[in-house]
């Protein structure tokens, strides 16, 4: 059985495979894998929405959590963690537009805020490895 001391790993993992599944899908549509790329991309879909899900049962049980280091560290975690949070703020409406066209096969609709959607996305992704890393690990 899971418990809340076990989620924080468990949000890292959800971003790291929604962070290789972004790459994997931006891979197959450049290699013309349509069907397999629309797969790949309701995997990373998925993923963010197990990792949001675990994310706030975390926080409504733990609060928050503050970064103990001092000096430079603390500056460069700060800065991950501001535009991490700005962004990921963001990415919840991008994705469900950009997969909503998508499955809609509105492929130019999709195409034009998908070059937005997958650098924001796949930023909030590994920034949240990185302030995981950065808070539980360093």
Excluded: C
């Excluded at 450049?30 to 926080?59: D, P, W």
């Excluded at 609060?63 to 430079?72: C, L």
């Excluded at 703020?89 to 805020?113: E, N, S, W, Y």
């Amino acid at each position: 059985m899971i418990s809340v001391t076990d989620l924080p790993a468990l949000n890292a993992t959800l971003n790291a495979t929604s962070a290789l599944l972004l790459v994997t899908g931006y891979i197959l549509i450049r290699q013309g894998s349509r069907e397999a790329h629309r797969k790949v991309m309701l995997g990373a879909f998925t993923a963010s929405v197990l990792f949001l899900i675990s994310y706030l049962i975390y926080h409504f049980q733990v609060g928050s959590v503050r970064f103990q280091k001092t000096g430079a560290i603390r500056t460069v975690y700060l800065t991950v963690l501001l535009t991490h949070t700005v962004l990921a703020a963001l990415v919840p409406f991008l994705a469900i537009i950009t997969l909503r066209r998508g499955l809609q096969a509105r492929f130019d609709k999709h195409r034009r805020i998908a070059r937005w959607t997958l650098p924001i996305w796949l930023y909030v992704s590994v920034t949240g490895v990185v302030v995981y890393w950065m808070l539980y690990r360093m």
